[in-house]
């Protein structure tokens, strides 16, 4: 069974500071990888995800993840970040094949002060 | 961009009560899913689709709750007598077999008083 374990539930960052949210998880079988984001009160924008091919993937609004997979890690980073990066974002995990359900880890909140 | 419609977007009813949510999933997906969010809680999977029968569920989804794709095109959740513990967003997604396309709904939130 996978678990996806993100291990800073709330991370504080100046505008304009880089940041890294941490993801781990942890499979017995090949994976698929995503980070979502969550707005207040507003659904679940895909950031990124991880089929297969390179590690280091780029996603919307700056974001880029890599995944490792000795490490079994998929920590999600971006260089600058904006007061309207300022949101709930979550790592998830599924099997590696098209039917499988996601699993989603208890998530991080990333709070921008100006 | 094809997107998973969600309706209502917000819905309000009495403990007891029936409710069906109500999703149009991708057209040319054959794979659909029910996950559930309670507030300010992490996203939790409910029940996969595949095939017109129920393919994955998680314990979260006990006799109360039940899906079906009635008409082709639209996939429900009906949670047959709510309780308060119901109260959270519920998201339909779908998916095509490559993996690529797996797509959330907006979401509706469903309020039980």
């Known amino acids: 069974a996978q678990s996806v374990t993100q291990l800073d539930s709330q991370v504080p960052v100046f505008e304009e500071a880089p940041v890294e949210l941490r993801c781990n998880y942890s499979?017995?079988?090949?994976?698929?990888l995503f980070w979502y984001v969550q707005y207040p009160n507003q659904g679940l924008q895909l950031l990124l995800k991880?089929?297969?091919?390179?590690?280091l993937v780029k996603g919307i609004n700056g974001f880029e993840a890599e995944f490792n997979k000795s490490q079994t890690s998929f920590h999600l980073r971006k260089p600058s970040v904006h007061i309207s990066d300022t949101a709930e974002y979550f790592c998830?995990?599924?099997?590696?094949?098209?039917?499988?359900?996601?699993?989603f880890g208890s998530g991080t909140r990333l709070s921008i002060r100006p | 961009e094809p997107e998973v419609t969600q309706t209502p977007s917000h819905q309000v009813t009495q403990m007891g009560q029936e409710v069906i949510l109500r999703c149009v999933p991708i057209s040319n997906h054959l794979y659909f899913y029910w996950y559930r969010q309670i507030l300010g809680q992490k996203v939790e999977f409910l029940v996969s689709f595949y095939n017109n029968e129920i393919s994955e569920k998680s314990e979260i989804f006990d006799d109360q709750f039940s899906v079906e794709r009635p008409d082709g095109s639209n996939f429900t959740l009906k949670i047959r007598s709510t309780k308060l513990e119901d109260s959270a967003m519920y998201f339909c997604?779908?998916?095509?077999?490559?993996?690529?396309?797996?797509?959330f709904g907006s979401g509706t939130r469903l309020t039980v008083v």
């Open positions: 998830a995990v599924s099997e590696g094949s098209s039917a499988s359900k996601i699993i």
């Open positions: 997604a779908s998916s095509d077999t490559s993996g690529y396309g797996y797509t």
């Open positions: 499979s017995s079988v090949s994976v698929y």
């Open positions: 991880y089929l297969s091919g390179s590690t």
